[in-house]
């Protein structure tokens, strides 16, 4: 499968973004899917993630309360409100086969098999 995620920009902080991660498989639901982000200079970190089912659902803490994820079909999402500057990184939308399994998607980047490009996001006044 082939992701794009798309919907990354320069905010200033206290805004909003939405990200987009659409899949080329169809349907997408056999897929968990997780984000993750990088800043310059660190470690790529999860940043929350979602079952195929969309039921599971988990969250960094750092942007546990700021950060929804939902998915449909075909996209998963990553609405991110209340933006601070260190949330500025590249984030990443990462996907693992789960077929009939609807476990808590995992928080280790190994565990995906499928990734998208970057997209940049910028929090900066």
């Known amino acids: 499968v082939q992701l794009q995620a798309s919907g990354g920009g320069l905010v200033q902080p206290g805004d909003s973004l939405k990200l987009s991660c659409v899949a080329s498989?169809?349907?997408?639901?056999?897929?968990?899917v997780g984000w993750f982000r990088q800043a310059p200079g660190k470690e790529r970190e999860f940043v929350g993630g979602?079952?195929?089912?969309?039921?599971r659902i988990v969250y960094a803490d750092s942007v546990k309360g700021r950060f929804t994820i939902s998915r449909d079909q075909v996209t998963v999402f990553l609405q991110m409100n209340n933006l601070k500057p260190e949330d500025t990184a590249a984030y990443y939308c990462?996907?693992?086969?789960?077929?009939?399994?609807?476990?808590?998607?995992?928080?280790?980047?190994?565990?995906?098999?499928?990734w998208g490009q970057g997209t940049l996001v910028t929090v900066s006044s």
């Open positions: 498989e169809r349907p997408f639901n056999t897929f968990a």
């Open positions: 990462a996907a693992k086969y789960e077929g009939g399994w609807d476990r808590a998607p995992p928080r280790l980047g190994s565990d995906y098999g499928y």
């Open positions: 979602l079952s195929r089912s969309g039921r």
